[in-house]
């Protein structure tokens, strides 16, 4: 779901993804990335470059999963008010 989010209206290189998802390791984020393009929901474009470049982006299957991102994103950011409020008393 990280990744989907991320990539919403935005094509990323890899590197660029590192840096937004800074705790996941480079071999989890390639795992994850070949796993969501062989589902349908990251396309990866490869340019005959020296050092090559590789970019990713969602497709048309991923964009149908944006309402539902979107009420996990509001919900998790209602459940982190929640918890910082119970960690006050």
Same mark, same amino acid.
Not at 19 to 37: A, D, G, H, S, W
């Given at each position: 779901?990280?990744? /989907?989010?991320? /990539?919403?209206?935005?094509?990323?290189?890899?590197?660029? /993804?590192?840096?937004?998802?800074?705790?996941?390791?480079?071999?989890? /984020?390639?795992?994850?990335?070949? +796993?969501?393009?062989?589902?349908?929901?990251?396309?990866? +474009?490869?340019?005959?470059?020296?050092?090559?470049?590789?970019?990713?982006?969602?497709?048309?299957?991923?964009?149908?999963?944006?309402?539902?991102?979107?009420?996990?994103?509001?919900?998790?950011?209602?459940?982190?008010?929640?918890?910082?409020?119970?960690?006050?008393?």
């Amino acid at each position: 779901m990280i990744i /989907l989010f991320h /990539l919403r209206d935005n094509t990323l290189r890899f590197g660029e /993804l590192k840096k937004r998802i800074p705790k996941i390791t480079q071999k989890m /984020l390639t795992q994850q990335l070949r +796993e969501l393009e062989a589902d349908g929901l990251v396309s990866r +474009e490869v340019y005959a470059e020296v050092p090559p470049r590789v970019e990713y982006t969602s497709t048309g299957l991923s964009d149908e999963l944006r309402p539902i991102l979107d009420m996990l994103c509001e919900w998790g950011q209602r459940q982190q008010h929640v918890v910082h409020k119970k960690g006050d008393t």
